[in-house]
T-cell receptor, first 110, second 115 residues
Framework: DAKTTQPPSMDCAEGRAANLPCNHSTISGNEYVYWYRQIHSQGPQYIIHGLKNNETNEMASLIITEDRKSSTLILPHATLRDTAVYYCIVRAQGAQKLVFGQGTRLTINP | NAGVTQTPKFQVLKTGQSMTLQCAQDMNHEYMSWYRQDPGMGLRLIHY???????DQGEVPNGYNVSRSTTEDFPLRLLSAAPSQTSVYFC??????????????FGPGTRLTVL
């Protein structure tokens, strides 16, 4: 699986959009980009995934660059409950494993 | 649905003791896995299973055994606990959709301390 690079920490004001970047320059054609988050030592929670098109669900939006070498997770109106560690993971279709890096610790400030 | 459940929530062991961490899911998921998370680190895969009777090693399998006799249960056994196994253990499950394994559901974790 391709390696991902994320900033170790970010801050965002409550009510604003939180934009979390992820670099995955060695991603190959059959690999998806997944985002999970972990709130205060709970089990990780799935947020969203995509291949090459932008994706949106009730939690977030995922923007993938045209060359697929980077992506951005967008939380449109961040709340204090969005404070968590966010993991960007690249995984091939059909692969069994999730390989977690260090993630980005996002702090939402009131 | 209860989702993924893990027992116990907390456990303290002495070096050399053995124990089994329990994991169960009621979503009829084929794929189950065990991860460990050390302080300040991401999760690392210990063992996984793609169905009853089938298990395989992950990134850090040494010191752990697993079996999958039913679809619902995937216990993790520590044969002889060591302080290096002090960690938080997460179990996860998922079901294939569209040819891939998409969303994984995680349990609440078991916090293990080995003295």
């Amino acid at each position: 699986d391709a390696k991902t690079t994320q900033p170790p920490s970010m801050d965002c004001a409550e009510g604003r959009a939180a934009n979390l970047p992820c670099n995955h320059s060695t991603i190959s054609g059959n690999e998806y980009v997944y985002w999970y988050r972990q709130i205060h030592s709970q089990g990780p929670q799935y947020i969203i995934h995509g291949l090459k098109n932008n994706e949106t669900n009730e939690m977030a939006s995922l923007i993938i660059t045209e060359d697929r070498k980077s992506s951005t997770l967008i939380l449109p109106h961040a709340t204090l409950r969005d404070t968590a560690v966010y993991y960007c993971i690249v995984r091939a279709q059909g692969a069994q494993k999730l390989v977690f890096g260090q993630g980005t610790r996002l702090t939402i400030n009131p | 649905n209860a989702g993924v459940t893990q027992t116990p929530k907390f456990q303290v062991l002495k070096t050399g003791q053995s124990m089994t961490l329990q994991c169960a899911q009621d979503m009829n998921h084929e794929y189950m896995s065990w991860y460990r998370q050390d302080p300040g680190m991401g999760l690392r895969l210990i063992h996984y299973s793609v169905g009853a009777g089938i298990t395989d090693q992950g990134e850090v399998p040494n010191g752990y055994n697993v079996s999958r006799s039913t679809t619902e249960d995937f216990p993790l056994r520590l044969l002889s606990a060591a302080p290096s196994q002090t960690s938080v253990y997460f179990c996860a499950s998922s079901s294939p959709r569209g040819g891939g394994y998409n969303e994984q559901f995680f349990g609440p974790g078991t916090r293990l301390t080995v003295l």
